[in-house]
């Protein structure tokens, strides 16, 4: 894909610290070079804008920074065309909640994770294209109903959780490489991905899911 075919269409990814450096600039390149306008966003806890810190997979790699000033909490999700998970482990910190004083934790609690609700909000608006990648799948899991007889791809890491959860997967090819088509599976609505040196085919498969969205739209099928 090389023409603007996103024009206009804004997407939303959701990070945290231990986020991949080259994943976010992957997002930030094809998106943009596909017309998307591209807000990262996470919990800012109150603050006007927060730093998060690159994940290190081997010794003497270098920290890398992302600032973030947009709080999932004080948009919209309506407005935007696809909503993504980041990979690596931003999910797990983004399942934190908070439990009041003197109340006993429960996990039901774990629902109420505001990042879990505002990808709950996400998943019930069809036209709204979801994407998980690798471990984002994490992100669910505290709402099982979400996940129930969902196609779905993820790193083996992942995989118990959300067979436990309900979803059906679907294991990538033998031997597959990066950016193998056979490492992404569409869903209608829901876009997986298995790792993320995945993300091109993972992006590409977003945006093609997006355009099918609108064409429906226009046919008044969805």
Known sequence: MTT???EGKKVAILVETEFIPEEIAAYRQHFEELGATVHFMSRLWGNESVRFVSDVDEVGKSLQYLDVNI???SVDVNEYAAVIMGANYTSVRLRYFQS???QQISPEQTRTAPAVQF???AMANHKIIKGLLCHGLWLLTPMPELLRG???ICHEVVLA???N???IYVPPPVNSQPNDPGNIVVDDDLV???AGHDVYAFINAIAHQIIVSQDQKLLGVA
């Open 4 to 6: 603007r075919i996103l």
């Open 161 to 163: 959780d959300i067979t």
């Open 192 to 194: 997986t991905g298995r």
């Open 119 to 121: 990808f709950a909000q």
């Open 150 to 152: 969902r196609r779905v």
């Open 165 to 167: 959860a309900g979803a």
């Open 100 to 102: 009041a004083q003197a």
């Open 71 to 73: 709080d999932f909490q």
